[in-house]
């Protein structure tokens, strides 16, 4: 089973431990795959060729209109829970304290209407996002709920100094399916995972140009955020938060196209423990649906 599969199958468990230990597992083989490509590019004698660009590397095209299809979670999604109901977010007493303070015309007075729609927040919003290419290292979502933009940075650039933000500061990688065969002659082990930063990983053991991707996922960590809601209703994370998300795409056998993103969040200052969700979206074929409307406090 792939790590996009696990990730899909676990998150849906509502099994925290269960979860933890599948990712780690995929983290895992993730890392081994890595040392694998590194240990084959060494071997080759010579410096690995350039690998494409971010955008030409991709293994997954993540690019085009999508709707958020909410099959789970309808009464925190669909509408704003009443104050105080934080049921399946593992909150501390710390965090409890500031969902039984939330007052959304506090937010309003103090411009802060866009809390729920921040980075940890906003793929659970309902709505239609649109991905598109910024430049050959910057992948951007677009939000039509709250008319949110987050840029997706390939590459080893670092947060710029200065204010946090409602997104934050994302730092991307894709995770290249069917990594180099384990063990070494004929007939060696299966594929592991590798994580290629920037783009897809260089030539082959012979030292030939890049293999074509053969699918994988796209590994998104934001950190550098401005303290927001986890839902509507004042659930809070904090701005020492550090977002992980992974993203996957899978096709139905009927054709229709699917991207299910996965989110971690881990809050030292308010949760006991990292908050785990998944997201589903449908591709539509173009965005005449497309409706921005601002952010709402309630």
């Not at 809050?267 to 423990?273: C, G, I, R």
Request: positive net charge; glycine residues 14%; hydrophobic residues 35%.
């Amino acid at each position: 089973m792939t790590c996009s599969a696990v990730r899909r199958t676990v998150v849906r468990s509502r099994g925290v431990a269960l979860i933890a230990l599948a990712l780690m597992a995929c983290w895992s083989a993730s890392l081994s795959g890595e040392r694998v490509a590194a240990g084959a590019q060494r071997g080759r004698g010579g410096p690995p060729p350039t690998p494409p660009t971010a955008q030409a590397g991709a293994p997954i095209d993540l690019t085009g209109y999508w709707v958020s299809v909410v099959t789970e979670d309808w009464r925190y999604r669909m509408v704003t829970p009443k104050k105080g109901d934080f049921a399946s977010v593992p909150l501390n007493d710390e965090g409890r304290k500031v969902v039984e303070a939330w007052d959304p015309a506090k937010d309003v007075a103090s411009g802060n209407e866009c809390k729920a729609y921040g980075a940890a927040g906003i793929m659970r919003v309902p709505g239609r996002v649109h991905l598109t290419w910024q430049n050959d290292t910057t992948l951007k979502i677009e939000t039509d709920a709250g008319q949110q933009t987050r840029l997706l940075h390939f590459g080893d650039a670092q947060p710029p100094a200065g204010e946090a933000g409602w997104q934050g500061y994302s730092m991307a990688t894709w995770e290249i399916a069917g990594g180099p065969p384990r063990g070494g002659g004929g007939g060696g082990g299966g594929g592991g995972v590798i994580t290629a930063r920037g783009g897809a990983p260089g030539g082959d053991a012979r030292g030939g140009p890049p293999a074509p991707p053969r699918g994988g996922s796209l590994k998104v960590v934001t950190t550098h955020l401005k303290a927001g809601y986890l839902r509507k209703n004042g659930v809070p994370y904090s701005e020492g938060t550090t977002l992980t998300e992974f993203y996957d795409r899978h096709i139905e056998p009927n054709g229709d196209q699917w991207f299910t993103v996965t989110t971690i969040v881990d809050d030292p200052k308010y949760l006991q423990q990292p908050f785990i969700t998944s997201t589903d979206f449908k591709k539509e074929p173009d965005g005449a649906k497309w409706r921005p409307t601002p952010c709402t406090a309630s």
